[in-house]
């Protein structure tokens, strides 16, 4: 691992991040995402390059758009942070081997969703579809822990058991999440994708119960479930199978 190229590629995560917004914010939309070009949501002024660096405009203009003094929300940066991290994490443990360009696709599907589920409760068919297809093809190729089926398998059951989860339950658990299960599942195989089934529910309902303890809210209170399906699955990529054997080592 090279130091220098590590730094790059934080750098270029950083760049991706920020474009990851753009895509998140404008896809559920149905905007281009070239034009028009970036515009603060509140005054409508047209950003300026200087207004688009990653993470240093926004900390430079202590959160607020330059021009309206509009408070930004910290996600957007903190979104281009974990894409800096996370692609500079897949360099350091996979270098660039196939395996690495296809965990940084993966991360790319996960950062997107969590921007337009956090900004509009939606998971857009439009994100997932093309890097469902993707997956499909990639992983027949280049399938270094699981075999071509255990993926398949993986696809085939989040979408089975979340499907039930939303019929037996009502309206608990969106079209969109279900449809991502699938996806991850496709991606992951099926022992890490039950990994990631447990740790996102965990997070989830941890996070509920935050809320109704800090916040006072009830238990009607819609919280949207793709972030906490994407930190699963990010743990479950980076540590899945350390953890699972983590795990087993308390009954054997
Ligand atoms: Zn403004």
């Not at 895509?23 to 200087?50: D, F, M, N, Y």
């Not at 969590?114 to 068919?125: F, K």
């Not at 989860?165 to 022992?191: E, H, M, Q, R, T």
Request: one cysteine or more; glycine letters at 8%; aromatic letters at 18%.
């Amino acid at each position: 691992m090279d130091f220098a190229i590590l730094l790059l590629v934080f750098l270029f995560g950083l760049l991706f991040g920020s474009f990851f917004n753009v895509v998140g914010l404008r896809v559920p939309q149905e905007q281009s995402l070239l034009a028009p070009p970036s515009h603060c949501p509140t005054c409508k002024k047209q950003l300026k390059p200087i207004d688009l660096i990653p993470i240093l405009s926004y900390l430079i203009a202590r959160g607020k758009c330059r021009y309206c003094r509009a408070p930004i929300s910290s996600v957007y940066p903190l979104i281009e942070l974990a894409t800096g991290i996370l692609f500079a994490a897949v360099y350091a443990v996979y270098d660039f081997t196939p395996v690495a360009w296809l965990y940084l696709l993966f991360i790319s599907l996960l950062v997107i969703i969590t921007v337009s589920d956090l900004a509009y409760r939606i998971i857009p068919d439009k994100v997932l579809l093309p890097f469902f297809l993707v997956f499909l093809v990639l992983r027949f190729f280049i399938h270094p822990d699981e075999t071509y089926l255990s993926h398949l398998i993986g696809m085939v059951l989040g979408f089975t058991i979340f499907y039930i989860i939303a019929i037996v339950s009502g309206n608990g658990i969106g079209g969109g999440d279900i449809k991502l299960f699938a996806v991850v599942g496709l991606f992951l195989g099926y022992p890490l994708l039950l990994l990631t089934i447990l740790l996102s529910t965990f997070f989830g309902a941890f996070y509920g119960v935050l809320l109704m303890i800090f916040r006072g809210a009830g238990r009607k209170t819609k919280v949207p479930f793709g972030p906490f399906i994407a930190l699963g699955a990010l743990l479950a990529l980076f540590k899945g199978y350390d953890l699972i054997a983590w795990y087993f080592s308390f009954f054997y």
